[in-house]
T-cell receptor, first 111, second 113 residues
Framework: EDQVTQSPEALRLQEGESSSLNCSYT??????LFWYRQDPGKGPEFLFT???AGEEKEKERLKATITKKESFLHITAPKPEDSATYLC????????????FGTGTRLQVTL | DGGITQSPKYLFRKEGQNVTLSCEQN?????MYWYRQDPGQGLRLIYY???????QKGDIAEGYSVSREKKESFPLTVTSAQKNPTAFYLC????????????FGSGTRLTVV
């Protein structure tokens, strides 16, 4: 059974204080790993897709990396507008298009 | 602009009532999904459909029903058999080929009154 575990559950940072969110996954064969951002009361917004170990993707202050067992979302010099819940999901080979989601990391960035 | 639209944004249901949540997409995606989101539990799959007139149960299908008569539409009915329907419901769509992420709607918050 595919599993995704995210840590920490919640993270509070001061503006400019860099950190990383963790996504540990167990999957029979990885087709893709996805990161989403979700604001309160809204649907998740796509950030990145990672396909294989060693791959990296960047967007503004966010950088996603992946190994064979986990993925990290690095946040460099965060701003208050980066406050949101960040979701990780995996898509396994042989499961058509289904995604398995983690429970998310709730990030708060304060001034 | 292409996207996925859920309606209504807020919905109130009385005990014993069935309610239907709407989900429409104009992205030409083959697959559509319904998830339920509760605090601390992440997204749980209710039903999904990869082709018109066909759908499969997800992890928590009891008390819910769906239909897929058109590629663009995937309505979810929350029946009176669903014992704890108060939640945030998310619809999503995707292509079925390759490693493709989902596009999500903005969600419907259902409350039992």
């Amino acid at each position: 059974e595919d599993q995704v575990t995210q840590s920490p559950e919640a993270l509070r940072l001061q503006e400019g204080e860099s950190s990383s969110l963790n996504c540990s996954y167990t999957v029979s064969g990885l087709r893709g790993l996805f990161w989403y951002r979700q604001d309160p009361g809204k649907g998740p917004e796509f950030l990145f897709t990672l396909y294989s170990a060693g791959e990296e993707k960047e967007k503004e202050r966010l950088k996603a990396t992946i190994t064979k067992k986990e993925s990290f979302l690095h946040i460099t010099a965060p701003k208050p507008e980066d406050s949101a819940t960040y979701l990780c999901a995996v898509q396994a080979t042989g499961t058509a298009s289904k995604l398995t989601f983690g429970t998310g990391t709730r990030l708060q960035v304060t001034l | 602009d292409g996207g996925i639209t859920q309606s209504p944004k807020y919905l109130f249901r009385k005990e014993g009532q069935n309610v239907t949540l709407s989900c429409e997409q104009n992205l030409n995606h083959d697959a559509m999904y319904w998830y339920r989101q509760d605090p601390g539990q992440g997204l749980r799959l209710i039903y999904y459909s990869q082709i018109v007139n066909d759908f499969q149960k997800g992890d928590i299908a009891e008390g819910y029903s769906v239909s897929r008569e058109k590629k663009e539409s995937f309505p979810l009915t929350v029946t009176s058999a669903q014992k704890n329907p108060t939640a945030f419901y998310l619809c999503a769509s995707s292509y079925t080929q390759g490693a493709r992420g989902y596009t999500f709607g903005s969600g419907t918050r259902l409350t039992v009154v």
